[in-house]
């Protein structure tokens, strides 16, 4: 093969082979017009003339150069020339034979298609950092070395050795991979590990960590027993990525716990969490939806701050959204927070999520919402089924760009030998003292109804008799006596309208009261108080049944996924 033909038609060759065959320029006409080519200077000093860049051999130069070079011809590619530093890095390579035959290397690249393209078109192409067979990396550049459309043109093959900027890259990588493992693994140890399954719930949760980076959100979630057959729903949303939004979130989740076992409502918890937030970071803002589902109201008591509407499924497949009261953000201060309610009776689904569910770039939040309305109204199954074909139905995937949390809840519609399980009674307490021995026949005739042991009849009948008595004296009218069973325990609960909370305390000897809620306490394997909304209060507790007495089938718990 002539080298000397095919240098000719490097890019740049031909014109500046016109360029030396045109007229000289008159030396009184130099200097005017275009910058002249380079050529050689004759140095004051008498020195040998540097060569013009003109002058130099194109092969001279390609055998100088520290990046490998080959130059092939034809639709088969024929090898036309390696410069020495191929050779050195693949070996040497006889000329004449096709690349996949003479640079097999090329070909297990991938790089033949790339010659087709380049010789097709006639524009240069290039392929990033490849690893080659040698182990070292090179990015490789193809410029055609014909003019558009010639099948017996060729192309240049130019390889740099970024082998160097390949491994730190990777080290790079590697380095981020750790600090998104360690970053979602604290994301997630942050989380509830398992959920809490309330009696009257079914529950399932979700979390998503968003993007491929290392900083992951500050999204959470979280299920609380409250006691008494109530139960406490949180999801929230740390605005900003990274560490310090995982920490802040963890703070908040911890202190949502610490204010729910005070029983307040939900809007007083998230005036507590207000101030908090601004107090653990006043530049950072968070969302959060704060819910309490008491199964003798079938209503879903919340509050809202700043976050996205709670939705409901009901049994008809109805959904609704749930949009007052919200408040603004936790964080900001000086707002008043106020609760609102939304109906969840049996056969419900009420779903709590965070804005990476529904939120996208190009898109209206509302019709985000008004998209997860629709998947939820024919999302049928348990808990986490709903679930996972939410996560799906909002096309959210591994690389998602930002992380996304879900709980859903379901109220079941229990019958039959279910529904059994699941029992109410309730007595209104009216009159004088007559009152204690009427709450008192009350409770042993609805025990004994429900069939409990001998002992849990009289536990139940005992701890009745003490609360009634206890409200009789301390608390005003309107006065009610609820008894509530459920798969898994028995729930003895009074109302009254005053609002003082009683309080377990250490009565002495002579003292002639003081001793029913440290009774209660005693005897009972859960007990409590609370204010009610209006006014008043409630005080409750609460016996385990005892195993071969729960009839399981009445709960199927789903634990949560994350």
């Known amino acids: 093969m002539n080298f000397t033909r095919w240098s000719a038609r490097l890019p740049g060759t031909q014109r500046r082979a016109a360029a030396r065959t045109e007229t000289p320029v008159p030396p009184d006409r130099r200097g005017e017009g275009s910058v002249p080519a380079a050529r050689a200077e004759q140095p004051a000093d008498g020195a040998p003339p540097v060569p013009a860049v003109d002058e130099l051999p194109a092969r001279d130069v390609l055998d100088r150069v520290p990046a490998l070079v080959a130059l092939v011809h034809g639709p088969d590619h ?50 990033k950092s490849r690893k080659a067979v040698d182990g070292r990396s090179y990015t490789f550049t193809c410029t055609p070395v014909a003019e558009d459309g010639d099948r017996d043109g060729g192309v240049l093959v130019f390889a740099t050795d970024v082998t160097d900027h390949a491994e730190a890259a990777e080290r790079l990588r590697a380095s981020e991979r750790r600090q998104r493992e360690t970053a979602v693994t604290l994301q997630r140890s942050l989380l509830p590990q398992e959920l809490e399954q309330p009696d009257d719930l079914r529950i399932a949760a979700t979390y998503q960590p968003g993007g491929t980076e290392a900083a992951v959100g500050g999204d959470w979630y979280d299920v609380i027993t409250l006691g008494g057959g109530r139960t406490a729903l949180v999801i929230g949303d740390v605005m900003g990525r990274g560490v310090r939004a995982a920490a802040v979130m963890g703070q908040l989740r911890t202190a949502v716990r610490a204010y729910a076992r005070l029983d307040l409502p939900p809007h007083e918890v998230l005036q507590l969490l207000d101030g908090l937030a601004a107090e653990i970071d006043a530049n950072q803002i968070a969302t959060c939806v704060y819910a309490v589902h008491d199964p003798n109201e079938g209503r879903l008591v919340y509050a809202s701050a700043g976050h996205l509407p709670i939705l409901v499924r009901d049994e008809n497949g109805t959904v609704s959204r749930a949009d ?42 509302d019709e985000g919402i008004a998209a997860l309305e629709r998947a939820l109204a024919g999302a049928t199954g348990t808990p986490q089924v709903v679930c996972d074909r939410l996560v799906r139905s909002a096309g959210v995937t591994a690389d998602h760009d930002d992380d996304v949390a879900v709980l859903v809840l379901q109220h079941p519609a229990r019958t039959g030998p279910a529904g059994e399980l699941f029992r109410n009674a309730a007595l209104e307490l009216l009159g004088g003292v007559e009152a204690a021995p009427r709450a008192r026949a009350f409770a042993s005739g609805v025990l004994t109804s429900w069939r409990f042991p001998t002992e849990l009849h009289d536990l139940g009948v005992l701890a009745a008799s003490e609360l009634v008595a206890n409200s009789l004296q301390h608390g005003t009218p309107p006065m009610r006596l609820r008894l509530r069973r459920t798969d898994r325990r028995l ?24 001793r029913g809620i440290a009774i209660v306490a005693t005897i009972a394997s859960n007990w409590g108080s609370r204010r009610t909304p209006g006014g008043g209060k409630a005080v409750w507790c609460e016996f385990v049944l005892p195993k071969g007495k729960t009839g399981n089938q009445g709960n199927q718990g789903t634990q949560g996924k994350h």
Do not use: C
Not at 491 to 514: K, N
């Open 78 to 127: 024929r090898l036309a020339y390696v410069n020495g530093a191929y050779a050195a890095a693949f070996g040497a390579r006889p000329t004449g034979g096709p690349a996949r035959e003479a640079l097999p290397e090329l070909a297990e690249l991938g790089l033949l298609p790339l010659l087709d393209q380049v010789l097709r078109s006639g524009k240069p192409r290039t392929l």
């Open 491 to 514: 729930i003895v609960e009074v109302t009254d309208g005053d609002d003082h909370l009683p309080r377990r305390r250490r009565a002495e000897p002579a003292d002639e009261s003081g």
């Open 324 to 365: 007052e009261p919200t408040g603004p953000p936790l964080g900001t201060g000086g707002w008043m927070h106020a609760s609102g309610s939304i109906a969840l009776g049996p056969g419900s689904t009420a779903v709590l999520y965070t804005d990476g569910l529904v939120e996208r770039r190009d898109e209206d939040l």
